[in-house]
């Protein structure tokens, strides 16, 4: 099972931009599905985007769409979240999930994914 490590989080104004990372360990991130949730004091954890190794397609909630970015670095085994535009309401903790038998399509569902890391705390606030 794949370990993953999450970073670059932090404090940022409105408008602001941060790039997270999710760096894996114990495994390849080749053919596996990785995904990055949030989740806000008091609410349920959401899937934010997600990207499939063996083909590189990518997906995106509607609350990030023209602000994210997802992308990987097959060769170091790292997966990033590019986060511009940032509003007040993403702020949240963000993890990054993984599992090597799923294809990501759609909604996201957290049950799906198999290995987590800790989570990275994202702040937007002025």
């Known amino acids: 099972q794949v370990q993953l490590v999450e970073s670059g989080g932090g404090l940022v104004q409105p408008g602001g931009s941060l790039r997270l990372s999710c760096a894996a360990s114990g495994s390849t991130l080749g053919y596996h599905a990785i995904g990055w949730f949030r989740q806000a004091p008091g609410k349920e954890r959401e899937g934010v985007s997600c990207?499939?190794?063996?083909?590189?397609?990518?997906d995106y909630a509607d609350s990030v769409k023209g602000r994210f970015t997802i992308s990987e670095d097959n060769a170091e085994n790292l997966v990033y979240l590019q986060m511009n535009s940032l509003k007040p309401e993403d702020t949240a903790v963000y993890y990054c999930?993984?599992?090597?038998?799923?294809?990501?399509?759609?909604?996201?569902?957290?049950?799906?994914?198999?290995?987590w890391g800790q989570g990275t705390q994202v702040t937007v606030s002025s």
């Open positions: 990207i499939n190794s063996s083909d590189g397609s990518v």
């Open positions: 999930a993984a599992d090597p038998d799923l294809y990501c399509s759609g909604y996201m569902r957290d049950t799906d994914f198999t290995s």
